[in-house]
């Protein structure tokens, strides 16, 4: 998959899910709901409810915070009273799919290409430059491995950027953690019969509504 970021109104890309590879398990219900604006979706509602999610998770232990795990964060947006149907849908979907690539530990070739992204999104100090930063990263020869992961990650990027949901340098850090999760999804997924097209986007939104809290 090469798909530059869309230039598509969002609503219209919305309708429209990721095509799936060859080799993808038979398309689901929970396939068809996942897509970029799924990401944007559920990063913009965890920055909405940052202050009710931050009550929620953040519990002091032995004096020190309590670290946030990306489940967590999503099982706590879901259960929010005041979220709409949609995006609580969309979290239960995500976490259904993040059980699965969870529990897939990735082979130390896959372990080391991740660690290789660090020092390129390290470089990068604002989302766009995340984002052009993968652009060139993603047709490098050492980066095949990864290619669907990337190629999904500037999809998502490109929509969370659309709708100013990563605006500004204070958003890098989660533009970098979509980068990781996307990637991260996209390889485990393999491990465990999902298809790159949804493994990145459950990967990408949990470890950027990780991120997001994080800010908050």
């Given at each position: 998959m090469h798909a530059e970021p869309s230039t598509e109104p969002m609503a219209a890309r919305r309708r429209e899910p990721l095509a799936p590879a060859a080799d993808?398990?038979?398309t689901t219900a929970e396939e068809e709901l996942l897509q970029p604006g799924s990401h944007t979706l559920l990063l913009s509602a965890v920055q909405e409810h940052a202050a009710e999610l931050a009550t929620a998770l953040r519990r002091p232990v032995a004096g020190r915070i309590q670290p946030v795990h990306a489940r967590l964060v999503l099982q706590a947006?879901?259960?929010?009273?005041?979220?709409d149907s949609l995006t609580r849908l969309t979290a239960e979907q995500v976490l259904a799919f993040l059980a699965r690539l969870s529990g897939a530990p990735l082979p130390e070739r896959y372990s080391a290409a991740l660690r290789s992204l660090g020092p390129t999104l390290l470089r990068a100090r604002t989302p766009i430059a995340v984002l052009l930063a993968v652009r060139a990263l993603r047709e490098s020869d050492e980066a095949a491995m990864m290619r669907p992961g990337l190629s999904i990650a500037l999809e998502l990027i490109g929509d969370a950027l659309e709708t100013s949901t990563l605006c500004g340098r204070s958003q890098t850090e989660v533009a970098r953690a979509c980068v990781r999760g996307s990637v991260w999804g996209a390889l485990a997924g393999t491990l465990c019969g999902i298809g790159p097209n949804v493994a990145a986007v459950v990967g990408a939104a949990a470890s950027s509504a990780q991120s997001a809290i994080a800010l908050a």
């Open positions: 993808d398990l038979e947006l879901s259960a929010l009273p005041s979220l």
